[in-house]
């Protein structure tokens, strides 16, 4: 029996927490599109975007905590998520480029959608509850009519409700003696029933499932256990960093590097800079108004210096060179 009423203490707070999810996430939805807005001057738009990704944190609280409440789990709430003011460029940009911040707004856009549907969804639940609470409460009830009128103005709109013990009906009339329409509902048909029993099935299999993928969603965007994850995949999208000249330039005037730097001439220094730029053979020839034979010497010359394999395909010794610089770190 205990088990029973913690089975349905479970599904009363899913349920609940899926109709409070649908004001909610209207709210949240509709305060998110208003701070994309760009329909006022620019720098309140700023402004305004700016107060957007700040308020994150604090809907991602809020978020966090109701799911706990409700759903009685232990989801962890990360505050300050930013270190630097808010009218500081330093904040600008830490605000800009917080994950947190993005990932809360996702979660905003996805939780909307999710939402809408979660809301129907327990709807047509308890739209088959009633329907089967209806046929068998038939059985209690006995002949009734009920009139009834509506003004509007000056106009007068009337009708009845009655029901028929006989026929198991209920028969709704518009109208008056001189002209009427009416509807009638067999609440004593299978159909009903049916109906009823799949809508309250289909909420019981999938109300749950629904529930734990929107608590997963606060867990995952807002509580930030997906964090690691979104933060991977941008890593491997952005890709490797690209190295200018002047990265080199620096790199190679450092006194850390390895004292086979300073063997290297100033043209070999140069023809390297152009290497960790990409630049073929024929690209460094051109820039340098030299032989493509020349500029070949010249890398043999680098690499040898360097103790690199001479015989290393190209775009392999430039991989190389950068490594041995520091500027990238072998994997």
Same mark, same amino acid.
């Given at each position: ?13 899913? @349920?609940? %927490?899926?109709? $409070? #999810? +649908?004001?909610? *996430? /209207?709210?949240?939805? !509709?305060? =998110?599109?208003?701070?994309? &807005? ?66 809360? @707004?996702? %979660?905003?856009? $996805? #939780? +909307?959608?999710? *939402? /809408?549907?979660?809301? !129907?969804? =327990?709807?047509?639940?308890? &739209? ?71 809508? $309250? ?131």
């Amino acid at each position: 029996m205990k088990t029973l009423f913690k089975v349905l203490g479970q599904r009363a707070r899913e @349920i609940a %927490y899926l109709l $409070v #999810s +649908f004001p909610v *996430s /209207i709210l949240l939805f !509709v305060f =998110v599109i208003f701070g994309f &807005s760009t329909g006022i001057a620019l720098p309140f738009a700023v402004l305004i975007f700016l107060f957007l990704l700040t308020m994150m944190e604090r809907i991602a609280s809020f978020e966090i905590k109701r799911a706990n409440k409700i759903l009685k789990t232990d989801f962890t709430v990360t505050d300050n998520w930013f270190s630097h003011p808010f009218f500081s460029w330093d904040g600008v940009r830490e605000r800009v480029t917080s994950l947190r911040s993005w990932m809360a @707004i996702g %979660y905003v856009f $996805v #939780s +909307f959608g999710w *939402s /809408i549907f979660s809301f !129907v969804l =327990v709807t047509l639940g308890l &739209s088959g509850i009633f329907l089967i609470i209806t046929v068998f409460g038939v059985t209690l009830l006995s002949n009734f009519t009920q009139s009834f009128q509506i003004v509007d103005g000056g106009d007068k709109f009337s009708g009845n409700i009655s029901f028929n013990e006989a026929t198991k009906s209920i028969r709704l009339e518009f109208g008056d003696v001189t002209s009427s329409a009416g509807i009638n509902w067999n609440l004593e048909s299978y159909w009903n029933m049916g109906v009823g029993i799949v809508l $309250v099935l289909v909420a019981i299999w999938v109300i749950p499932r629904n529930t734990r993928a929107m608590a997963q969603m606060v867990e995952g965007l807002l509580s930030g256990s997906f964090l690691p994850q979104v933060q991977s995949q941008i890593s491997k999208f952005v890709g490797k960093e690209k190295i200018s000249e002047r990265d080199v330039r620096e790199a190679m005037d450092k006194e850390s590097l390895q004292p086979q730097l300073s063997e290297l001439s100033k043209r070999e220094r140069e023809i390297l800079s152009l290497m960790a730029q990409g630049k073929s053979n024929a690209g460094i020839a051109k820039a340098l108004y030299i032989t493509e034979g020349s500029v070949e010497k010249h890398i043999s010359n680098i690499l040898l210096k360097l103790g690199l394999p001479v015989e290393e395909e190209s775009h392999r010794r430039v991989l190389a060179v950068l490594k041995y610089l520091g500027i990238e770190k072998p994997s």
